[in-house]
């Protein structure tokens, strides 16, 4: 839509599985039509394919968690207490903490949007690393969330949000199909801005074809990855309306959904 109609081209849309490659990250620090590139503190060499932070390893010594904006300084440097051998005699880095904390900006503008009033502001966001590695791709995201200081907004999608390996789940609001970052945490896991998320996905989406017998969806590539995100966001949206107590609109949603 951005190439052939010039569609909202101050977007910059960033594919997950790309960013295990250093040449996708390296394009990201380029001006992309009316988006301005990106800030990393890490630079070309620290992410170069088959280099020290192609994957980091999960090392647990620090049990109280990590500053996420002072660990990508100390790979940057290659401190020797982050760095490691392999038998071939390669450096690799490792991860002392699976908590990893973001500090939030004391100045400069802070993303705010529509949350649940169990939402509450935090000087800090706190995140757990669910596997026992950081790949390159999830690293390069942090790195880009903490170099440009919130002055962007960064929205996730549901299989990103979901394969990340980082669970963001208490620090995102649903707007539709999006998830969008924000620095206020929600204990109760997933925040939903109703009236935003209904606009995108009632009134603003058009979902003609699934209607259509001659149209085919494959099972891998449209069922599971498009039409079942579709579904659980409409389930969601009802289920917000319904916690709102406004069961007018939760009925509504799930017929429009059906």
């Known amino acids: 839509v951005q190439e052939v109609e010039g569609f909202r081209t101050d977007v910059r849309v960033m594919v997950l599985s790309y960013m295990n490659t250093d040449w996708y990250i390296h394009q990201l620090r380029e001006t992309y039509y009316d988006s301005e590139a990106f800030r990393f503190t890490l630079d070309e060499d620290d992410y170069r394919q088959y280099g020290p932070n192609d994957v980091i390893y999960v090392q647990e010594s620090i049990q109280g968690g990590i500053d996420v904006a002072q660990f990508i300084a100390l790979l940057k440097k290659g401190h020797p207490a982050l760095t490691l051998m392999d038998r ?3 450096p690799y880095h490792i991860l002392p903490s699976r908590t990893l904390k973001i500090t939030l900006p004391t100045r400069g503008p802070v993303l705010k949007t529509s949350v649940k009033p169990e939402s509450r ?3 800090e966001m706190i995140l757990y690393v669910g596997e026992n590695y950081l790949p390159k791709s999830v690293l390069a995201i942090l790195d880009l969330i903490v170099s440009n200081q919130w002055t962007r907004p960064v929205y996730f999608n549901f299989t990103s949000l979901n394969t990340l390996g980082v669970d963001l789940t208490s620090y995102v609001t649903q707007e539709g199909q999006l998830f969008r970052l924000h620095s ?7 925040a939903i801005d109703t009236a935003l998320c209904y606009r995108n996905i009632v009134e603003h989406a058009d979902y ?5 017998l001659d149209v085919h969806f494959s099972y891998e590539d449209h069922f599971a990855r498009m039409i079942v995100p579709i579904r659980q966001a409409f389930n969601d949206l009802a289920r917000a309306f319904l916690d709102e107590g406004n069961i007018e609109a ?6 429009e959904g059906k």
Not at 208 to 212: E, K, M, P, S, T
Not at 250 to 255: D, F, K, R, S, V
């Open 88 to 90: 071939n005699g390669d």
């Open 184 to 190: 206020e945490k929600n204990d109760d896991g997933i």
């Open 208 to 212: 003609g074809n699934l209607n259509d």
């Open 121 to 123: 502001s935090v000087e």
């Open 250 to 255: 939760a009925g509504h949603t799930l017929q």
